[in-house]
């Protein structure tokens, strides 16, 4: 069946760039038509749409992140990136990826989530 | 922007009872863009319910979810014990497209 793994530092220094991987492993990033996205979760707290990717490469952003973010496809690897500049101690999280259900705007397949700390 | 708030904050009921969970938007949410989630510590958030009343695959019956415009309610008809954790509302909106969440209802054992 369909599973995402993210993948990326743990640890990222404040002004720097965060990155990280979500591998698609079960099925084909490309062969459905609906959008995959990031949401991140800070210590403690509630959850936060980051953005969403099409396997086209056409995405859309939460519009307090969207000056920082950029999530990319790359359908060869089956996978879906984000990345995130200058980060502060603001975006320590656990970063997750996921995917709609079909015909859903809802979250129904989800990745284990990654924590990522911003420290020096 | 949507604004989500859900209460109460916390609720503290006993295996056995029924819980009423609340989720109030800022503004009207189309029924078919308001779902819920079940979060345990460690564990990603489960999807419970999609457009507002239809329970996701493999969700136990005492889960239900109603409500329209701007109130919408999550009931869980006799809690188990495995049912005690955080639920969050979400809707999706289409001016800007996008996605927000409640800030949660701890669901704690009394």
């Known amino acids: 069946q369909l599973q995402l793994q993210e993948s990326g530092p743990g640890l990222v220094k404040p002004s720097e760039t965060l990155s990280l991987t979500c591998t698609v492993s079960?099925?084909?990033?490309?062969?459905?038509?609906?959008?995959w996205g990031w949401i991140r979760q800070p210590p403690g707290k509630g959850l936060e749409w980051i953005g969403s990717i099409y396997y086209s490469g056409s995405t859309y952003y939460n519009p307090s992140l969207k000056s920082r973010v950029t999530i990319s496809v790359d359908t060869s690897k089956n996978q879906f990136s984000l990345k995130l500049s200058s980060v502060t101690a603001a975006d320590t999280a656990v970063y997750y990826c996921?995917?709609?259900?079909?015909?859903?705007?809802?979250?129904?397949?989800w990745g284990q989530g990654t924590l990522v700390t911003v420290s020096s | 922007e949507i604004v989500l708030t859900q209460s109460p904050g916390t609720l503290s009921l006993s295996p056995g009872e029924r819980a009423t969970l609340s989720c109030r938007a800022s503004q009207s949410v189309s029924s078919s863009y308001l779902a819920w989630y079940q979060q345990k510590p460690g564990q990603a958030p489960r999807l419970l319910i999609y457009?507002?009343?239809s329970r996701a695959t493999g969700i136990p019956d005492r889960f239900s979810g109603s409500g329209s415009g701007t109130d919408f309610t999550l009931t869980i008809s006799r809690l188990e014990p495995e049912d005690f954790a955080v639920y969050y509302c979400?809707?999706?909106?289409?001016?800007?497209?996008?996605?927000?969440f409640g800030q949660g209802t701890k669901l704690e054992i009394k």
């Open positions: 079960g099925g084909s990033i490309s062969s459905s038509s609906y959008y």
């Open positions: 979400q809707q999706y909106g289409s001016s800007p497209p996008g996605y927000t």
């Open positions: 457009g507002a009343s």
């Open positions: 996921a995917r709609p259900m079909i015909g859903s705007s809802s979250w129904y397949l």
